[in-house]
């Protein structure tokens, strides 16, 4: 432009400026790569790789990453996001709609474990950037962890499963993966030592659950802490799909979330009459 | 512009025409009106009618809109629409977004039943516009109705109460504004014929629901069908944020649809070796 | 009860307990009164106080209360709610699921001003309460705003209306409301006094805006600071729906933020070929 | 249960019974294998696969879901849906919100295209499963559709690229797959033969888009139409997340569709006065 004042679509083009995708007749482009180039030779994960990241992955990064994607997809209709998902494929909308319910809802509690367990294991690897050694990142992290922050500790424990057999093999396959020096193995030993130090402190084992283990691959393969969040939602929606696409198949309309038969408990005003009215 | 080019800033601001709202630094003007004209001086149902139709309603026809409003804002947590708000405020989201899951679900089936109310009135109005008397235009819906669609008469019945009763005081309502000239009356005459004609060829009375009764009122002030839905969401919304905000006083965190004790029963298949794996 | 166990059925029909509404076949009881005793008998608003508080409000209180939301009912197409309904109406999806997608978007920043107004107002508040007077009150907490916090004063100054036309007409009718009894005229004094202040201390007057005004009037009814975020929903849907009908009658199909023959300005990486592959 | 009545329990278990996933403490059960089975031996591609029809594919399947998957993932902002994701990130909602958002657009106009196509597609298998010819099966399907549907035939054309580059090489890789097996090839007939036909009778070619060509994948892998517009959903969340995100680095606050200092063409009723008052 250099200098030349811009012309109104040249502004409102702009307006809508982005760096992921270049488009003209017979051309789209993905990061500067031609669409035609990348379909067939880049796997479903390293494309979303490219997209989030800008640059491709190497097959073993787009691996790893594809095997969180994989662990997380479902955990049954007694969460929240599945339950809607069910519920809304009989309300009589698009199968679209009903997982746009169900993803609107993993929000800070539903969704934002791993984000939170990232930021924890963060926090420490910047302890040790700046010269601290592990056991003492993590501990000065856990005792300001319980001195002033509330509830679990980001990444352990699971209010259902003693161990959630997901963790493990998660863990395992991250440690298989830095062997073979795809990534560093350093949010690995990060969530190992704390899952240690914390059964120090409470004599008890409260081990790594789901998000904690997500959240040491996506550490390790270098996503930021809030696309953790956006990475669970893309797993997650896969069961979200499968549950909404098994419900339709079935005959219920208007599904509550009880039996049909059954009412709620009313725990409000006793009846009464309207103001002036005489009973 | 007559003829002249438009700029791209034109072209632009084009794209995003409206008759509904015009603006100014410091003038907000609706439908031509100042907005400061307006507040204060139409109710809150005045206000949506003159969003939706551009003209003012006389207070009467905004006093019957405001009581059909009233009447759907809520049938409790056994509606997908008000267990997904309440589940889904406990899993650390806005309360925006919790009303936007449940709002989501009204469709066809769970919030379309007065549209389709609405339309099956307007086949018959448009019956006895052409000359038919209104026994001979219900008649020969109904006959249309019986040979070639199926389920239920729109606006009749009710899965859960003998007789609803919000229907019966909303047509007493729709009667007394008929008798002051209000509306004309003729939609609460075509659904009481409806109801007496399917009675008789049932041998059971299957009487008007609340979304026959609001179709009538919505028919008798002019909205045309789609619109019903549209409404309907503005009525249900309300009891979406009630639930909403009572559930987010409670402590849950991921509210799932059953008792957290309990599980949900699996009828898939058994539990099986991964394919080569010996058992 | 009384110490027997509870038979499935109860625990379930507990575990979806609600003080709002109560249903036996026949029977809709909301907050204790029966449906057809409020249907015609309380305005639209009133229905929504009775929701949302438990108590039916006073006429006047009610008539305030839709006076707020009737004030906030749209702010043109520009608002990104509004332009995703639009949008969401050429998509091939129902009114309410393109009510959904905008309803969803008002969030912290789009629709969390007057949450924020509210609760800053609500800080002086307890400061009077405590003894201090409103203006040392007012002082001392934009002391600490200007301190601490960043960004913009909750409640006022807007960036397109020098000044809103919308919130003096709000306070104009508080005050009438006040002066009648309906409400203290407290929360206005408060709104008033932070204006004063805030021109003295910047040397130019940062009006109050519509999410000041209404969190004036919320306040002033009794309604906590996150409700304020529900009712702006309520209000908001109406400008919502009527944008997505103006847009439905239209013959837009998919419709995009730009005209359609416009693209939008790349500003990534540079075409490239795929690694590996010769130029 | 032969027979036995079931306890309150049992019934609300039944309620939300599944066949995808078998939970039980420590153990994650999905189609029957176990969760610590499935990963890292099965690809993300795979996991949807057993997810959405209850078996594992092989891995070619896999590898060709996966290329469908990858191919659809974005067609950049003036798409509703990526516009409504980058609006929406700028709003103060969660990253999930925004997906919700933009995903809940993708309905019969915007995400319908493919599932439409397979259908299309499927009429004519389903012809030639009865003894008619492709020649004859495409050419009566074809007369039907120009007899007495509208539009455009479902999967040829588009309105930007005079041939979208994703078809083309979608085909290439199907026929590649159809070559060792892997599929039979026969969608990629039926939608050759379907362009080949609408270019003789049309004078003209209008050649086969990316939701024809993921549609013939789809029908090659067995997937039935509907769950052709769910795969969609699961393709373009990527997109919509990488949009998302992007935009989410911006300083932009309530980004509206428009530069911020353009307006919208206001096409309504001129200024008047609220009636009554004397101008």
Same mark, same amino acid.
């Given at each position: ?74 955990? /049954?209709? @007694? $969460?929240? #996001? ?5 519920? *809304? =494929?009989?309300? %009589? ?20 474990? /791993?984000? @939170? $367990?990232? #930021? ?5 690897? *910047? =302890?040790?950037? %700046? ?149």
């Amino acid at each position: 432009m250099s200098g030349e004042k811009k012309s109104g679509r040249e502004r409102g083009e702009e307006w809508w400026r982005t760096g992921i995708i270049e488009m003209r007749p017979g051309v789209i482009r993905m990061r500067g790569y031609e669409i035609q180039d990348l379909i067939g030779r880049v796997s479903f994960p390293a494309m979303i790789w490219l997209m989030l990241r800008g640059e491709l992955p190497t097959e073993d990064q787009a691996a790893l990453l594809g095997i969180a994607l994989g662990a997380a997809v479902d955990h /049954g209709p @007694q $969460a929240p #996001s599945i339950a809607i998902a069910r519920m *809304a =494929a009989t309300c %009589g909308v698009g199968i679209n709609n009903a997982m746009a319910s169900a993803i609107n809802v993993l929000g800070d509690v539903h969704g934002g474990a /791993g984000e @939170q $367990a990232l #930021s924890f294991y963060g926090d420490i690897a *910047a =302890a040790m950037d %700046g010269g601290a050694g592990l056991a003492e990142a993590v501990s000065s992290r856990l005792d300001r962890f319980f001195a002033g922050e509330k509830g679990y500790v980001p990444g352990l424990g699971h209010r259902f499963h003693p161990v959630d057999p997901r963790a493990p093999r998660l863990i395992e396959l991250t440690r298989a993966f830095a062997a073979r020096g795809v990534v560093s193995g350093r949010f690995a030993d990060i969530a190992g030592a704390i899952e240690a130090e914390v059964a120090t402190r409470k004599g008890k084992s409260i081990p790594l659950n789901i998000d904690g283990a997500t959240a040491v691959i996506y550490g390790e393969l270098g996503f930021p802490p809030p696309l953790t969040r956006g990475l669970f939602v893309l797993s997650r929606s896969v069961g979200i799909l499968a549950h909404a696409w098994e419900q339709s198949a079935e005959s219920d309309r208007n599904k509550g979330p009880l039996p049909k038969e059954w009412l709620w408990a009313y725990t409000g005003a006793p009846a009464r009459s309207f103001p002036g009215d005489s009973e």
